[in-house]
């Protein structure tokens, strides 16, 4: 992967320090605003050296045609995800400041070994055999822009892709990859009430398209998927609409289901 630039890290810092302080930007300024995915993928990655944070994995946002059209983006886009913003499953977020506020049900799998950037593309089974498990997952996104549907999708990337919290639950039990997660149904509930129903095929058609598309993203722009990674892979429901006091559940069926509570 290629380093960031003077300027891709003057944009890095100031994007950490809107974090931070929880305040926003209408845009980055056009001297140090990326033009294109593989610098909006190096400021993403000077980001995260900013915080000096660990990357435990990455999230897929816009994976489906109806999220790509609501922030006016022809494709998905990938966002790394922090480890002092992993969530405990069963555990609670604070939104304070929180732009979006939404929850979004989403698959999500570790990997069992690296798949290093190489100039050919992954294969779906060479993805698939690299995974260790597949996990239930609850995201809180947020953005630092005042209008994250009017910035264009280099500049998304380059804010880690609207990543902010995120939960991920133990590994499902059941043989899930005798499963078909397309047609998996998931049910998003909040203060006991179903709000939500979807199905996997929600994320680029099936969590494993998206999964795959994720690895050759990374690939190409961000040096490789390590051993460990977590990828969430799009919500399988509308956003769920979340204020403080709210208690969300995710059901995913045979798989078992995870909850989180919003203070």
Same mark, same amino acid.
């Given at each position: 992967?290629?380093?960031?630039?003077?300027?891709?890290?003057?944009?890095?810092?100031?994007?950490?320090?809107?974090?931070?302080?929880?305040?926003?930007?209408?845009?980055?300024? $056009?001297? %140090?605003?990326?033009?294109?995915? #593989? =610098?909006?993928?190096?400021? /993403?990655? &000077?980001?995260?050296?900013?915080? *000096? $944070?660990? %990357?435990?994995?990455?999230?897929? #946002? =816009?994976?489906?045609?109806? /999220?790509? &059209?609501?922030?006016?983006?022809? *494709?998905?886009?990938?966002?790394?995800?922090?480890?002092?913003?992993?969530?405990e499953? /069963?555990g609670?977020?604070?939104?304070?400041?929180?732009?979006?506020?939404?929850?979004?049900?989403?698959?999500?799998?570790?990997?069992?070994?690296?798949?290093?950037?190489?100039?050919?593309?992954?294969?779906?089974?060479?993805?698939?055999?690299?995974?260790?498990?597949?996990?239930?997952?609850?995201?809180?996104?947020?953005?630092?822009?005042?209008?994250?549907?009017a910035?264009?999708?280099?500049?998304?990337?380059?804010?880690?892709?609207?990543?902010?919290?995120?939960?991920?639950?133990p590994?499902?039990?059941?043989?899930?990859?005798?499963?078909?997660?397309?047609?998996?149904?998931?049910?998003?509930?909040?203060?006991k009430?179903?709000?939500?129903?979807?199905?996997?095929?929600?994320?680029?058609?099936?969590?494993?398209?998206?999964?795959?598309?994720?690895?050759?993203?990374?690939?190409?722009?961000?040096?490789?998927?390590?051993?460990?990674?977590?990828?969430?892979?799009?919500?399988?429901?509308?956003?769920?609409?979340?204020?403080?006091?709210?208690?969300?559940?995710?059901?995913y069926?045979?798989?078992g289901?995870?909850?989180?509570s919003?203070?």
């Amino acid at each position: 992967m290629d380093q960031a630039s003077a300027t891709e890290s003057e944009a890095a810092r100031l994007l950490v320090e809107h974090w931070q302080k929880g305040t926003r930007i209408v845009g980055l300024p $056009e001297a %140090i605003r990326p033009k294109d995915r #593989a =610098a909006g993928y190096r400021i /993403g990655g &000077a980001v995260a050296e900013a915080f *000096g $944070e660990k %990357i435990v994995g990455w999230k897929i #946002a =816009a994976t489906s045609t109806a /999220g790509q &059209a609501h922030i006016n983006v022809d *494709g998905p886009l990938g966002g790394r995800l922090l480890a002092s913003r992993m969530l405990e499953p /069963g555990g609670s977020v604070t939104l304070g400041t929180n732009l979006m506020r939404v929850a979004e049900a989403e698959f999500a799998f570790q990997f069992a070994r690296d798949l290093p950037s190489r100039s050919e593309d992954y294969t779906l089974a060479e993805v698939m055999d690299a995974v260790a498990s597949l996990h239930p997952s609850i995201e809180v996104p947020d953005s630092r822009y005042e209008d994250f549907t009017a910035v264009g999708a280099a500049s998304l990337i380059a804010d880690t892709a609207c990543a902010c919290w995120l939960m991920v639950g133990p590994a499902f039990n059941k043989d899930w990859r005798a499963l078909d997660l397309a047609e998996h149904d998931v049910r998003a509930f909040k203060n006991k009430i179903e709000v939500a129903v979807g199905k996997g095929k929600a994320a680029l058609g099936d969590p494993r398209i998206a999964l795959h598309w994720l690895v050759n993203e990374v690939s190409r722009y961000a040096g490789g998927i390590k051993t460990g990674d977590l990828i969430t892979t799009g919500t399988c429901v509308v956003p769920v609409a979340i204020a403080p006091g709210d208690h969300i559940t995710v059901d995913y069926g045979v798989l078992g289901a995870m909850s989180l509570s919003i203070a």
